[in-house]
């Protein structure tokens, strides 16, 4: 199995453009989750699929944000209008409930 | 919810001494608490877990220990490395839950 698939591994783009990052999780696994992890704030949950379904989306900073799960085997977190404070790496991370969860390499995300 | 402590934030040790994370839990019900492992540029990486029916495990040079009456556990890594230099990040769930939480992390040194 290749993992959990994360692009692009890098994105910079201008204040006010619409970022949109994604991610392939692991083929079974049917928990998939996005994070944010900045020095000052370390890991954050931003939202939570279960068989492709959001759960809790509590997370999310701002309307700015919003995620979808169209398929078992694909998601997106978009970003719309991006701001300098959005910069962060973005893991996406999916698990089968039965052990923890296998993170993506993230994508670093940087804001201009 | 679950509360998730961990501490230290930093460790700085010696190549060849051993090194202890300790973290704590408030939900009496988690059963599953997992180590992850994150080097620089690099997603979190399960290093080791532990369910409740255990009180230790051992992989090597590292071990966890688990004690369920004060909800504490612990990482202890012996002859640590240089490349054991990392973050390190605990988690506590209720097995087939699917939400982890997470400590806040802590960054080792070891050096040479």
């Known amino acids: 199995d290749a993992g959990v698939i994360q692009s692009p591994r890098h994105e910079v783009t201008e204040m006010g453009q619409e970022v949109t990052l994604r991610c392939k999780p692991i083929s079974g696994h049917n928990s998939l989750f996005w994070y944010r992890q900045t020095m000052m704030r370390g890991l954050e949950l931003l939202i939570y699929?279960?068989?492709?379904?959001?759960?809790?989306d509590s997370g999310m900073p701002e309307d700015r944000f919003s995620a979808k799960m169209p398929n078992a085997s694909f998601s997106t977190l978009k970003i719309q209008p991006s701001e300098p404070r959005d910069s962060a790496v973005y893991f996406c991370a999916s698990s089968s409930g039965a052990r923890g969860y296998t993170f993506g390499s993230g994508t670093r995300l940087t804001v201009v | 919810g679950e509360n998730v402590e961990q501490h230290p934030s930093t460790l700085s040790v010696q190549e060849g001494d051993s090194a202890v994370i300790k973290c704590t839990y408030s939900?009496?019900?988690?059963?599953?608490f997992p180590w992850y492992k994150q080097e620089l540029g690099k997603g979190p990486q399960l290093i080791i877990d532990i369910r409740s029916n255990v009180g230790e495990k051992k992989d090597q040079r590292i071990a966890v220990t688990l004690n369920k009456t004060a909800k504490h556990f612990s990482l202890h890594i012996t002859e640590t490395q240089p490349e054991d230099s990392a973050v390190y990040f605990c988690?506590?769930?209720?097995?087939?839950?699917?939400?982890?939480?997470f400590g806040g992390g802590t960054r080792l040194m070891v050096k040479p």
């Open positions: 988690a506590a769930t209720l097995l087939g839950g699917n939400m982890l939480t």
């Open positions: 939900d009496s019900a988690s059963n599953y």
């Open positions: 699929f279960n068989n492709n379904v959001p759960i809790d």
